[in-house]
């Protein structure tokens, strides 16, 4: 057995010891980088040699650089990231739709609406009065412009939305085009036997991106690329990638194929919370509205038409409300024009308020959907509030199992500063001892040419 | 379980955030006195709060009511009480002047007929706030006043048996006023107004009143006895009412305040708590997150 051996052995494991090294030295560099999945340097016994019967030891040799990583926690990362993103959106928009109402203070529907109803009341002890008259009108007036305003904040919000709609599918397009190129890259790097380690983490960060968008199924193939669909549509593998357009019909948004025309089943992501808000929840809250201040300026028309006016001769048939178009509750020109033409007398006489009274008492009478337009209103009110409670109870609850599921992934990918110090000293100390082994056998050599 | 140091930084900014987040809502509530804000604070408990408030503005509405009509009804009442005056110096004045030694006084007796005749007539027509007492529901003019020979009263409008009606409860719709035709029936010469009339002008001509004259003073004047009598009780029931109603208000008030007002004293507890949590995450975290084996090595 040659001497030359032990030189060969220890250059081995030096050569060994020190890729480890770099190896190591790659993770700590990226301990503060939180899409880092961190790297082993997998290492093993050099296939052995026989020589005069005996099989010898050949060293240490790396087999390869392994990216660690669970799998099983990805997936349910990318899946609750869907649905955290869903939520927390949901919650946003709905926290924007519920400030609207203004409730509960003075400035919300319900009191103005209770005091528009009181006016009446007041009006009835003295019809004549042209002051109470007068607070009839502002009383319709403040209702009116609350009812406006929120019905522009509806618009308002429906309109960032649809912005927001467009931005994010571009969005969505651009990281489409970047997964599907650094797939090529991957292929190219795997088909040379090379390591896309570091390839794979940014492909995963931009999978986990996506997945705050949209919600998305994705297989891993054999070579390592990803393939992905969004609500059920294809987007891209290492190939090629879909590009997605904006689609608004029937006052509903949604995400279609540019190409095809395949429609994307949004149901999670931040893309599913603002559809749903734009095309459910908001049009579903406006017509429990209209249905509220639409059965108001019936229901108050119905017994207004009935009365007398102040006017000499008292004339009748004329509605308080000339309508509610468009989100704009309107009081009729002629009773904004003059006071007077509030018609409360039931018979004609102008000191004669059982109009007002009959008036005042909608305010208690069953008159929408077997409820009152109070109660009507309070569980529309109540319906924003628990819509807005729910989803943020949700954001709460996937929050935590989103946290979760970080740190198990934190536990096994992220790197441990303390961990790679010990692999340092570790290598450290295997690379000095190959060193002095070689500076042994030289020791040896030198011996054996002194002999000679 | 393997410890990143990834996983350290990252439970050391949840329990930051977390600890935060309770802290500006108590820090919320404390500020504002009020633990709902929004009805996602609690959807249920904003629309009772609603409902209450809603009930406390109606009720309020029917105390203005209420205290408007009182105002009425003690208007009302004054003037009723003129008319029975007069209506008892008449019923006096028609007693004495049926003795023999008044035969010279007629026409004093005539006079004071007369001037009880105006008393009433401005009491008939005596109005609170643009509206006149006793002319039903139309106050677009005088009710009653003399024809234009002066020789008889008569009804300057159309009607004078419309009802004012005010609503002074949920479920009460109060008539508040005596109506011209309850209290002095219909002006057609045989009315208290032209009967007076008739008396005075008999007296002038040295004629004494029948008794069937007197008789129709002495309707009126019961007449106008049991009208007050229905005032006093439209007054009562409107005291009673309103009475009613204001306990309702403090009860709904105490049941507004008991859904919305913070725990103060447990707010603040809460949030030093909260606060000493942070400090206590905060210096936790300066203690642990900059070491590694580094620091020992």
């Known amino acids: 057995m040659a001497i030359s051996r032990l030189f060969d052995i220890s250059r081995r494991s030096m050569i060994t010891y020190q890729r480890a090294m770099d190896v190591t030295s790659h993770n700590i560099a990226n301990a503060g980088n939180e899409d880092y999945s961190r790297q082993r340097a997998n290492l093993s016994t050099e296939l052995t040699e026989k020589f005069a019967g005996i099989t010898w030891g050949a060293g240490i040799k790396m087999d390869d650089i392994e990216r660690i990583r669970n799998s099983l926690t990805e997936s349910q990362i990318i899946s609750n990231n869907q649905s955290y993103s869903f939520n927390e959106r949901q919650a946003v928009l709905l926290g924007g739709v519920e400030s609207t109402l203004s409730e509960p203070s003075e400035l919300g529907i319900s009191n103005l609406l209770g005091k528009f109803f009181n006016s009446w009341s007041e009006l009835s002890t003295n019809p004549t009065s042209s002051a109470l008259r007068g607070n009839v009108i502002y009383a319709a007036q403040n209702l009116a412009e609350k009812v406006k305003s929120i019905n522009d904040d509806f618009t308002t919000i429906k309109s960032n939305i649809y912005n927001e709609f467009g931005d994010k599918i571009r969005d969505v397009n651009n990281h489409l085009q970047e997964i599907q190129s650094i797939n090529r890259q991957i292929a190219e790097v795997g088909a040379i036997g090379n390591n896309a380690n570091d390839l794979l983490d940014v492909r995963d960060k931009l999978i986990n991106e996506l997945s705050n968008l949209v919600n998305i199924t994705v297989h891993y193939d054999s070579d390592n690329t990803a393939s992905i669909s969004i609500g059920g549509v294809f987007a891209v593998n290492s190939a090629s990638s879909t590009e997605f357009e904006m689609n608004h019909t029937d006052g509903n948004l949604s995400m279609v194929s540019k190409t095809g025309g395949n429609v994307v089943a949004l149901n999670s992501g931040e893309l599913g919370a603002l559809t749903n808000i734009f095309s459910n929840k908001i049009p579903e809250y406006q017509n429990k509205l209209d249905a509220v201040i639409g059965q108001l300026v019936t229901s108050v028309n119905g017994i207004h038409t009935n009365g007398f006016t102040l006017d000499d001769p008292p004339q009748t048939a004329y509605d308080f409300f000339s309508g509610y178009i468009n989100g704009e509750l309107k009081i009729a020109d002629e009773i904004l024009a003059d006071r007077n033409k509030i018609a409360v007398s039931g018979d004609g006489t102008n000191g004669n308020g059982d109009l007002a009274i009959q008036i005042f008492e909608l305010n208690d009478a069953k008159i929408l959907n077997g409820s009152t337009l109070r109660d009507e209103y309070f569980s529309f009110v109540s319906q924003i ?18 946290s979760q599921l970080e740190n198990q992934r934190a536990s096994f990918s992220a790197v441990s500063v303390d961990e790679e110090m010990l692999d340092v000293i570790r290598f450290q100390k295997a690379y000095s001892a190959s060193a002095k082994l070689i500076q042994m056998a030289n020791e040896m050599l030198d011996t054996l040419i002194n002999i000679v | 379980m393997r410890i990143s140091d990834l996983m350290l930084q990252n439970n050391f900014l949840s329990s ?6 309770r802290m500006e809502k108590l820090q919320t509530q404390v500020a504002s006195n009020n633990k709902l804000n929004a009805p996602s604070d609690s959807p249920t408990g904003v629309a009772k709060v609603m409902r209450f408030e809603n009930s406390i503005s109606q009720a309020n509405n029917f105390i203005g009511n209420i205290q408007y009509s009182l105002a009425f009804v003690n208007e009302s009442i004054s003037g009723l009480d003129f008319i029975q005056n007069e209506a008892t110096k008449i019923l006096v004045n028609l007693t004495q002047v049926k003795n023999a030694v008044n035969n010279e006084n007629l026409d004093t007796f005539a006079d004071q007929i007369d001037s009880s005749l105006n008393i009433i007539l401005e009491a008939a027509n005596k109005e609170f706030n643009g509206q006149y007492l006793f002319a039903g529901t139309d106050d677009s003019t005088m009710p009653y006043g003399y024809t234009a020979d002066q020789s008889a009263i008569e009804l300057k ?53 029948s008794d069937a004259d007197v008789k129709v003073v002495e309707d009126f004047s019961k007449n106008v006895l049991n009208k007050l009598s229905d005032m006093g009780n439209i007054s009562n029931k409107l005291y009673d009412v309103e009475e009613v109603i204001k306990n309702q208000i403090l009860t709904l008030e105490n049941l507004v305040a008991k859904e919305k ?12 708590n909260q606060d000493y949590i942070l400090q206590l995450s905060y210096k936790m975290s300066s203690m642990i997150l900059p070491r590694s084996l580094l620091d020992y090595l």
Do not use: H, W, Y
């Open chain 1, 385 to 402: 509030g628990s819509d807005k409670q729910n989803a943020d109870r949700s954001v709460e609850a996937s929050g935590i199992v989103l």
């Open chain 2, 16 to 21: 930051l955030n977390s600890t935060k987040a």
């Open chain 2, 157 to 209: 409008v159309g009607d004078v048996s419309g009802e004012r009606n005010v609503k002074i409860s949920k479920n009460i719709t109060q008539k508040i006023n005596i109506t011209g035709s309850e209290l002095f029936g219909s002006i057609d010469g045989t009315d208290i107004f032209n009967k007076l009339i008739e008396i005075r002008d008999n007296l002038r001509n040295g004629v004494k009143p």
């Open chain 2, 261 to 272: 007002e913070v725990d103060v004293a447990a707010a603040v507890m809460e949030l030093q």
